[in-house]
């Protein structure tokens, strides 16, 4: 399972889900998916969004055996 802290990285940056799928160019949806691990991002998604954080991959995402 991929589970993420998109919800932690948004607040401390003050960004809604909205500003966050602008930024990464997805919609708001999307990134309310992600933050309720209902979808997993394709790898130039999560680059996307690390960047966006100017964050490495592993400071967002972390990957756990189910």
Known sequence: MLKNKLVVCRAEKAWT???????VGV????????EKN???P???LSFKIANAFNKNLTEI???EEE
């Open 61 to 63: 995402f972390e990957y």
């Open 38 to 40: 209902k979808y997993n």
């Open 42 to 44: 394709s790898l130039v």
């Open 17 to 23: 889900q909205q500003e966050l799928a602008d930024q």
């Open 27 to 34: 919609s708001r949806q999307t990134i309310a998916s992600l």
